[in-house]
């Protein structure tokens, strides 16, 4: 069943949380919500399970309008982040309880229910803890529990509200992937909050984009990391250099650099700011008549396959942070101190200022110097 929201928007005293969102989801595709904290996000996954009341617009569920529908009435899965399990119930009770509060003229036989529950636990490999109570389960085996539990009303959608954030980096890894895996199984709209890029490229179907209260960009983890539509985009995945400069009829312009910035063709002196990855930096050392930026290597370090770089121009004393392979950079040998040449191998080009930062404000230019 597809979920959509049309012009969503709520307020909380003199804080916008929303902002005429509007989003379609479809069925079977698994959606992330990503943005920094205070974004919206979380608001709008409460909205959409019925948890929290809008101040305009509306929600849809496969085509029928569910904004005055109550949170019972919308069989919503809910997975919160600390997991919301009874302490004085077993693994087992938790997972019949939705199933056992349901109105008498649904609710299933105790015979029914044993067997619901049976066929849940070894859904997510967990039935071997049907007696355990939850302060003997270990975080990822908590929250595995709760989602079985909300997927025991059979909902029509299932909402995830970070729902590894309270785990360590290994056990969110090896969830998010099994997560991943059910989700495919279900064949259900599912939504997800999380404010960790990683979780929700590798995860999700779709990312969405929020910053606050409006969604900057929606499209696949490829998209979103290859083609950022705003600067917000571009500075939230992943670790970005801004070099600020001009453009002026397609061409970007500061200290001595040119980068192509196509998108702004009918600029005339407006200033712009030149996004650049940390790998997208390559070094040598310099020639005859170097082109690129002189910089000095401050420090370096390794970790796993690749080298940070902290570089400092020459010309202006700002950093630059760069990042190449670790055989690249035990083959060169870089001293600290040393001074080398960088040249920008991909670039975008915003113009700058709060007007391009607005959704759909910009379009970036792709520079390749």
Sequence with gaps: MSIEVKHLSRRFG???ALDDVSLRIETGELVALLGPSGCGKTTLLRIIAGLEAADAGS?????????????R??????????????KHMTVFENVAFGLRVKQR???LGKTQIRAKVRELLELVQLDWLAGRYPSQLSGGQRQRIALARALAVEPRVLLLDEPFGALDAKVRKELRRWLRRLHDDLNIASVFVTHDQEEALEVADRVVLMNAGRIEQVGTPQEVWEHPSTPFVYGFLGDANQLQG????????????ALPAPDLADAENLPATAYVRPH???????????RGIPVRLNHAYLAGGSAHLELERLDTRATLE??????????????EGESLIAHLRRA????????????????PGVARP
């Design 14 to 16: 003199g804080f916008q």
């Design 59 to 71: 929600v849809l569920f496969g085509g029928e309008d569910a904004t005055s529908v109550g949170v």
């Design 73 to 86: 009435h919308r069989r919503v899965g809910f997975v919160f982040q600390h997991y919301a399990l009874f």
């Design 105 to 107: 003229s649904e609710r």
């Design 246 to 257: 001009r453009a002026t009829r397609g061409i970007w312009q500061a200290q001595g650099l």
């Design 280 to 290: 997208d930096i390559d070094i040598e050392r310099g020639g005859a008549a170097p």
């Design 322 to 335: 760069a990042r190449v392979s670790a055989h690249f950079y035990r083959e060169f040998a870089p001293k």
């Design 348 to 363: 975008r080009v915003f113009a700058a200022g709060p007007v391009a930062a607005r959704p759909g404000a910009a379009r």
